[in-house]
């Protein structure tokens, strides 16, 4: 598996499975096949409620925990519960998490991130993350944070490539793991000619094409799904390398348009909202 390293020395895989909008039992049946596959990397999220399961998927897969890069991310609602963080242990099963983001810039988000800072000093995160934090949200966080995220989950794909985030990126050593990496089921981005031809040249599909093109940007990429199918083609492409002449092709596709625009009253909304976490 292709790692890439943190700006704290650790290692993480540059491709894994995403458990957003799995079910707890598909994300269970997922997250053991994955990792029978050959996966190291897991992500779930408090808002999931998926990580008791992820947390069974783990122990059902016989992979040794240390094998396991485990990321996770604190909801807004839980950023002010002092014990977020040891709670968040006890879903996944686990005494420590390998990535802990806070999810969004919503209600005290500072008050989250100083749990995160906190876990990453007492040994529970080996890493910690910002997710959907830009703009105005990371310039505020360059100036509050007493230590540098390791990680930051965004929308990231060939038609949003986050250009002017990663000037930031690039400056704090920040890397970026992309979410709706082949379009949210935008067939105009996986139909695109570029990527036909080039599935056609690697014997591989589409998809593929363009989960190749996230980790030769340098981003982790992780696609969810329930089908194993699917989860092994996804874990696939590491066996060719796309050529500078091809991601200059695939550059041109650059439009600097997202397919999700969040909204201040969605953040408020966020910040009211608490899980019904799955019961032990």
Known sequence: METIKLNNG??????????????????????????????????????????????????????????VFLSTKLWPSEYENENAV??????????????????QPAGN???GYRQLEKAYKEGKAKAIGISNFEGKYIEELKT???????????EAHPYFTQKELRRTLEEYGIRLMSWYPLGHGDKALINEPVFA???????????????????????????????????????????????????????????????????EEQLASFAAWRPEFEQA
């Open 10 to 67: 650790l290692e993480c895989p540059v491709i894994g499975l995403g458990t957003f909008m799995l079910s707890p039992a598909d994300a269970e049946n997922s997250t053991r096949e994955a990792l029978k596959m050959g996966y190291s990397l897991i992500d779930t999220a408090n808002a999931y409620v998926n990580e008791r399961a992820v947390g069974r998927g783990i122990k059902e897969s016989g992979v040794k925990r240390e094998d």
């Open 86 to 103: 040891d709670e968040t242990l006890e879903r996944l099963g686990v005494d420590y998490v390998d990535l802990l983001y806070i999810h």
């Open 109 to 111: 988000w500072l008050a």
């Open 197 to 263: 031809k080039l599935a056609e040249k690697y014997g591989k599909s589409p998809a593929q094409i363009i989960l190749r093109w996230h980790t030769q940007m340098g981003f982790v990429v992780i696609p969810g799904s329930r089908n194993t199918d699917h989860i092994r083609d996804n874990l696939n492409i590491t066996d060719f390398r796309l050529t500078e002449e091809e991601m200059a092709e695939i550059a041109k596709l650059e439009k600097n348009e997202r397919y999700y625009h969040r909204t």
């Open 144 to 154: 509050k944070g007493e230590i540098v995220p390791q990680f930051i989950q965004v």
